[in-house]
């Protein structure tokens, strides 16, 4: 008998997925660009649903939330017999994973995608294997490659966090072609809100009743419920109901699914803020351009930055952040000479654009003055 507790062995090789940016710290009158929250906060229908669901939040939620899958439902002609919820995407993707992997199998993920896929895999045991990526975007071909008789899962992330890259839809058509029929495609559509472009695909088209793929969706980017933590998986029956007996039966609290429903409803808040991320971020990438960062074509709601080196991106990042301006460095994700920075309300990035000008001028300044003293040195 071990004469002390001792978690599993495999649990070891999980590092806690957490931000870099101290949650405490970042309250009185900071902007957070950093985390991809959404610019304008939760609809104000969901804002007063909440309100409404108040007295009531001593009664337990419905386990089934049955009108949330139908709001769903009706909302994206879904079956909503095939819908489970849960506490946002990061629920889902830990649920998908504990009932469809094992110690031993292996989950293809690609090398920037979310952070949280691989730490999924390896909460049973699972092996994440990375496939690596092309100019920072995706590369199917390659994910393709790193298939194996062990693997079981692949997670892609259309649009992809950190990197915002996409694919389309002919390129996910050969993809599904490709891959082996027993793999369990996990399509995280969770910037899908964001997407214009007429030839990319939010994943629900390749559902199918007895399919292998299933498409997540959060709530928590631009209804900017993140702290409601409401997510949905639209899947084939199978997958649906390991869902169901895997989760915890109020996975889903009332006020989220009152807020939720209400924000769905909401179409006019949705497309003005979609409006304005769109705008912001053309000019955040005009700007950080202009400066002599390299901003790297994104469909989310943030760009990744590129920075001179890893010096540069972590100068950079506390340079704006004792300005009470949060962005989130990457080093966590392999990609330490950059940072990522969210789309913010108009007055943010008003107030972070002055502060990259301060920055610019900083530098300027600062190569003028060693300019000068290695001059003076060689006169010497």
Not at 56 to 81: C, F, K, S
Not at 89 to 116: N, P, T
Not at 213 to 236: D, E, N, Q, W
Not at 294 to 314: D, I, K, M, W
């Amino acid at each position: 008998m071990p004469d002390r507790l001792q978690p599993l062995l495999f649990l070891e090789a999980i590092t806690p997925y957490q931000s870099s940016v101290n949650k405490v710290e970042d309250r009185g009158g900071k902007i957070r660009l950093c985390y991809n929250e959404g610019a304008f906060g939760p609809s104000p229908r969901a804002i007063e649903a909440v309100r409404f669901s108040a007295s009531t939040q001593h009664r337990y939620p419905d386990m089934g939330y049955a009108r949330l899958r139908q709001a769903l439902a009706d909302r994206y002609n879904l079956d909503p017999l095939r819908i489970v919820c849960g506490a946002g995407s990061d629920d889902l993707i830990g649920l998908l994973v504990h009932a469809f992997m094992r110690e031993g199998d292996e989950a293809v993920c690609s090398q920037y995608g979310f952070a949280m896929y691989p730490v999924a895999a390896k909460s049973v045991g699972a092996k994440p294997v990375m496939a690596l990526e092309k100019e920072m975007r995706t590369d199917l071909k390659a994910m393709l490659a790193a298939v194996t008789r062990r693997t079981k899962m692949v997670f892609l992330a259309n649009p992809n966090n950190p990197t915002g890259s996409w694919v389309a839809r002919n390129e996910m058509n050969e993809f599904l072609r490709e891959l082996p029929p027993h793999i369990l495609v996990v399509y995280d559509a969770a910037y899908a809100d964001y997407m214009e472009e007429e030839d990319y695909s939010d994943g629900f088209e390749w559902v199918g009743a007895e399919g292998r793929v299933c498409a997540l969706r959060t709530f928590s980017k631009i209804h900017g419920l993140g702290g409601m933590r409401v997510g949905f998986c639209y899947g084939p029956k199978v997958v649906a109901d390991a869902l169901n007996r895997v989760r915890n039966p109020f996975n889903v609290s009332m006020a989220g699914e009152a807020a939720a429903m209400a924000s769905l409803k909401d179409q006019t808040f949705i497309d003005n803020c979609r409006r304005h991320t769109l705008m912001w971020r053309e000019k955040l990438a005009d700007h950080l351009l202009a400066h002599g960062f390299r901003p790297y074509p994104s469909r989310g709601n943030f760009l990744l930055v590129g920075t001179h080196s890893p010096e540069h991106a972590q100068d950079l990042f506390r340079y704006l952040e004792e300005r009470n301006i949060l962005i989130r460095p990457m080093a966590g994700y392999g990609l330490a000479d950059c940072v990522r920075i969210s789309v913010g309300l108009e007055e943010e990035m008003k107030a972070l654009f002055k502060v990259l000008d301060e920055y610019r001028d900083k530098h300027v300044k600062e190569g003028a003055k060693a300019l000068k003293e290695s001059l003076s040195e060689a006169v010497q």
